[in-house]
């Protein structure tokens, strides 16, 4: 009875298992403050340029490299704390394994997402595949799946979460200084980098028009649900694990969209406590996907 073989765990290293619950490394992952008009667009993005890019819909994940090579990926979670994803993302994504820069340690953040083309052939085969984002997640949190299956998926990389920085005197050297060059480092290292661009707002009418015109032209290969907005300077912050690089976003919500339906009947059940409730059953209308 006390063979170590009959120990919880024996084996293997408990603080990599798969599917794991594992803290992020660089403080937290979190969310995006929202913005739906110019009224509510910050004041700090409106006097600046700022860099555009696609809001992606999918489910968001943190990737750690030690010296160019990922040893590990974890699921955004609650921000703080993760679950280890890193055989998933491995299969997805193999070339993002191993990446040029040989020195970068630290972490970079990505979705995962499946495109709306390859969606459109896994639903052929998946009666119950209703939107990308949800086919995702499922494939994602799955215990069972196959490698077919994540053949589906792809990591679109959007930022640097965290880097451990090389100490020279007198300042410590960065790969990278602000969010375009740090949106250029990526597109050196990984094939599938959001699309991005820089543009300045002064008023209501330009900004308007230019996140129709995003959408209209960047809401064709992948799920979205609107448009980040970042200012081109970034802050590096140390701490003991290394240095947090903090961004000053907001992300902009287009209008949710409206349809209308048809009743097409009305389905009544019993419940368990001798109540009638009743089911209203509509005619499919597409809603965003």
Not at 175 to 187: A, N
Not at 212 to 235: E, M, Q
Not at 271 to 283: D, G, M, N, R
Request: glycine share 6%.
């Amino acid at each position: 009875p006390n063979s170590p073989l009959l120990d919880i765990g024996h084996g293997y290293d408990i603080n990599l298992t798969v599917g794991q619950k594992i803290e992020h490394r660089y403080g937290t992952v979190g969310s995006l403050p929202k913005c739906h008009d110019w009224k509510e667009y910050p004041k700090n993005l409106k006097e600046n340029r700022v860099c555009a890019t696609l809001k992606l819909d999918g489910l968001s994940c943190a990737m750690y490299y030690r010296d160019g090579i990922m040893y590990q990926a974890l699921t955004r979670g609650d921000g703080t704390i993760g679950i280890d994803i890193t055989d998933k993302i491995h299969k997805i994504v193999p070339d993002y394994i191993t990446i040029s820069d040989k020195e970068f340690t630290g972490a970079v953040r990505g979705e995962i997402l499946m495109s709306l083309d390859k969606f459109e052939e896994y639903a052929k085969t998946h009666e119950d595949a209703k939107n990308p984002r949800n086919t995702t997640a499922g494939l994602i949190n799955a215990k069972e799946y196959t490698d077919e299956d994540l053949s589906y998926l792809t990591v679109v990389v959007y930022t640097v979460i965290g880097i451990q920085t090389l100490n020279t005197y007198p300042m410590p050297l960065y790969p990278f200084s602000d969010y375009v060059s740090m949106h250029e480092w990526l597109t050196q290292n990984f094939s599938n980098v959001v699309k991005m661009e820089t543009k300045a707002y002064y008023t209501d009418n330009d900004f308007i028009s230019d996140m129709n015109s995003f959408r209209d032209s960047w809401y064709n290969k992948y799920p979205a649900d609107g448009i980040v907005l970042t200012l081109n300077d970034i802050s590096f912050v140390s701490k003991d694990v290394g240095t947090y690089i903090k961004y000053d976003a907001s992300a902009f919500k287009f209008k949710a969209e409206s349809s209308e339906t048809v009743i097409t009947g009305i389905e009544w059940n019993l419940s368990k406590t001798k109540y009638l409730i009743p089911v209203i059953q509509v005619a499919p209308v597409q809603l965003s996907g």
